[in-house]
């Protein structure tokens, strides 16, 4: 059963990630047709831009899927409440409590989405909404930071780790409420939550299979509130180094996915098409201009070589006609020595 809430978790995560990511990228497209708009004709880029903007559908399946997913949540809480309270374990009664809450608001911030864009007169400010979300992923992100039932349980390591797709999410949004109309904060947003997704499911297969160190198994007081016990300290530290291993796998999958994916969509919409603007210089003035152009081409320094080699000249040629003439006489008689 453990296994099953950690699969449903994790998949409902990635799904909502993925069509976040997805839904953002199409939206950058749409408000940024120059980019590809070199690949198509003038009618074509005329039409994409005359396409009506219909972000309200795509929100809406958002909204609806985050509202699926907390709703299996606070069910899941309270048959573990129940379960805490038959086996008498006020700690995970306590723990499934915060769970309920933060589903709570992860709910509250898809009903309000949802009335916002399928009724007219219901008005709701998106930046309230954004603060919601936030307040939602803050309150994840504390739940996981505080949660150390057990100082020496395998747990708290994968606990420390999901604390980074959180924070990737919590910090995506809060900068959507700086910059509501850019795409980016969505699209890290979604990025971020299919990196929890990943490590969800991973976190499910760790603790009810056999995808842990050797000497370390779970011991169950309620269905909320477990622990991973090892004999020994060699058994402790694999298992964290085994969680940061996954962990660090987990991020190299989701980076490789990504960057081929992105590939995918550029080579299919024609982001990469800029080159085909390029012209070398002159071909618009023609090559013989051009030609003409090199021809007539001098330097200063040879002017001045030439003016130096004329002055030169002139001053030899001054020389030349310079007439020697003897000492002056006197009466016909030339000074004596």
Known sequence: MGLFTYTVAGGGLILIGAWESLISSSEYLKSNPSSFSSLQSPAES???NRTPKAPSFSSTVTFLLISVLSLLSILNSFVSMSDAVNSKDNTGFALQLEVVTIAFLFLLYAVLGIL??????????????????A???????????T??????????????????PIAICLFSTLLELKSSKSTYPRL???????????????MGFSFYSNLIADGCALHERSRGNYTIKCKGHPEYHRGRAIATLQFNCHLALLVTLAVGLYSV???KNGINGDFMRYKPLGVEYGGEMHLNNQSQFTLDSDDDDDDNGIKEAKSVEMQRAIVVVPESTVNGYGSHP
Do not use: H
């Open 46 to 48: 005329q039409n994409i």
């Open 116 to 133: 916002a864009n399928i009724k007219e007169s219901f008005r709701f400010p998106l930046t309230m909404l954004n603060v919601i979300y």
């Open 135 to 145: 307040f939602a992923f803050g309150e994840e992100f504390l739940l996981f930071y």
């Open 147 to 164: 949660q150390n039932k057990d100082p020496s349980g395998i747990e708290n390591r994968y606990y420390d780790l999901i604390l980074i």
């Open 188 to 202: 890290g947003r979604g990025i971020g939550l299919v990196f929890q997704g990943l490590w969800i499911l991973q």
């Open 265 to 267: 969509f550029c080579k």
